[in-house]
């Protein structure tokens, strides 16, 4: 069946990166989203990467797909503050996306 | 741009009242979808439309029913409110085989 899994949380100290990982099932996935989440608010695309592709990289963001694996992580450089928030990866099939639980990032001072 | 708006932001029911959720896109999309969010629970899909005139279920639709009358619109319908139906609600919508526009969320309170 389809599932997407993530760790549920992750700590770091403001100036480190930050690495969020994310396993997924099924292997016609065309394409792969990382979206964030702040308090309160909606889901927010951050990135995607395309299936045919090993990373993409996006100013402080950098996503790294191993295929074969079925494996997409999502690094963060220099973490602020204001990366705290939940991160989903999601996967998609026909007609929709499977999102992953999400990862609850805090950084802290 | 507006995006995806979703009316109302907050709402407290109480058991067995009904109520309809709205969302609106103005992105010409195709696909649209309702999610619920609870607290270790990730994202579960309710129902999803693929195009105007068309529903179809997700993976917990059961005390729900929609309505996709308009390709603009998607409408989320409680009949009779539950307290297990208290959740953050979010619709969403996308072209086809692409990455979702959220909206900003519905509070539902059931008491």
């Known amino acids: 069946g389809e599932d997407v899994e993530q760790s549920l949380f992750l700590s770091v100290r403001e100036g480190d990166s930050s690495v969020i990982n994310c396993t997924y099932t099924d292997s016609s996935s065309t394409y792969l989203y990382w979206y964030k989440q702040e308090p309160g608010a909606g889901l927010q695309l951050l990135t995607y990467?395309?299936?045919?592709?090993d990373m993409k990289q996006d100013q402080r963001l950098t996503v790294l797909l191993n295929k074969k694996d079925k494996h997409l992580s999502l690094r963060i450089a220099d973490t602020q503050t204001g990366d705290s928030a939940i991160y989903f990866c999601?996967?998609?099939?026909?007609?929709?996306?499977?999102f992953g639980t999400g990862t609850r990032l805090q950084v802290f001072p | 741009n507006a995006g995806v708006t979703q009316t109302p932001k907050f709402r407290v029911l109480k058991t067995g009242q009904s109520m309809t959720l709205l969302c609106a896109q103005d992105?010409?999309?195709?696909?649209m979808y309702w999610y619920r969010q609870d607290p270790g629970m990730g994202l579960r899909l309710i129902h999803y439309?693929?195009?105007?005139?068309?529903?179809a279920k997700g993976e917990v639709p059961d005390g729900y029913n929609v309505s996709r009358l308009k390709k603009q619109n998607f409408l989320l319908g409680l009949e009779s409110a539950a307290p297990s139906q208290t959740s953050v609600y979010f619709c969403?919508?996308?072209?086809?085989?692409?990455?979702?526009?959220f909206g900003s969320g519905t509070r539902l309170t059931v008491v």
């Open positions: 999601a996967e998609r099939v026909p007609d929709k996306l499977i």
């Open positions: 992105m010409n999309h195709e696909y």
């Open positions: 990467i395309f299936s045919n592709m």
């Open positions: 969403a919508s996308s072209p086809p085989f692409y990455g979702y526009t």
């Open positions: 439309s693929v195009g105007e005139g068309t529903t």
